[in-house]
């Protein structure tokens, strides 16, 4: 069993639609990233976060600790969304768990 | 600012054969450095890390190694490849010191199918 679950493992949405993206993780970390794998690949980083809530753009993101869980939020959503959403959690170490992650798929 | 470079791009290469992948980041000094692997609907595992020159950690036994020859430049290479070394490796880096609370930065990734 996986320590950091995602859900859903897939998510279609029209464009405009208000997209949430869970993740869930089992012991105390000390942070929780947010990754983004474009079609080709590449990974990019979009949060960063041990508490509270942090947004960038339409996206935003919020962990709540005592319930061991994060959510990533796209508001307006746009068929340039379209990727895989990757969560990740560190324990105080330099090793990152990573969730299988979600493959959101927006359409015109 | 900071980039990162990881080449090649895609791999095709048959069973048995060397590998070398090679990772350099410009922009900081003396980060932390890590090879991930994806394979084909999986996540990422992380492979090894290094938070200095020579300084190699290796998380999963297996046929690969790494080497870190200058502090930024990171390099993962192998004998011998198996059919099972085919998938997606990242080339990551992140600030010195706390790396667990710093931002990774991934490369572009190089597909690697073996034959």
């Known amino acids: 069993k996986n320590e950091v679950e995602q859900s859903p493992q897939n998510l279609t949405a029209q464009e405009g639609e208000f997209i949430t993206i869970n993740c869930s993780y089992s012991v105390g970390i000390s942070a929780l990233h947010w990754l983004q794998q474009h079609p080709g690949g590449g990974i990019v980083s979009l949060f960063m976060l041990s508490s509270g809530k942090k947004k960038h753009g339409r996206l935003i993101a919020t962990i709540n600790i005592q319930e061991k869980h994060s959510s990533l939020h796209i508001t307006a959503s746009h068929p340039r969304d379209s990727a895989v959403y990757i969560c990740a959690v560190s324990y105080n170490t330099d090793k990152l768990i990573f969730g299988t992650g979600t493959r959101l798929q927006v359409f015109p | 600012s900071q980039t990162i470079h990881q080449w090649p791009a895609t791999l095709v290469q048959p069973v048995g054969s060397p590998l070398s992948l090679e990772c350099t980041v410009e922009g900081t000094s003396n980060p932390n450095l890590y090879w991930y692997r994806q394979a084909a609907g999986r996540g990422l595992q992380l492979l090894f890390y290094s938070v200095g020159i020579g300084q190699i950690s290796s998380e999963v036994p297996q046929n690969l190694s790494a080497s870190r020859p200058q502090d930024r430049q990171f390099i993962l290479s192998s004998k011998k490849l198996l059919l099972s070394d085919s998938g997606f490796y990242l080339c990551?880096?992140?600030?010195?010191?706390?790396?667990?609370?710093?931002?990774?930065?991934f490369g572009n990734g190089t597909r690697l199918t073996v034959t």
């Open positions: 990551a880096w992140s600030a010195t010191g706390s790396s667990y609370n710093s931002p990774l930065h």
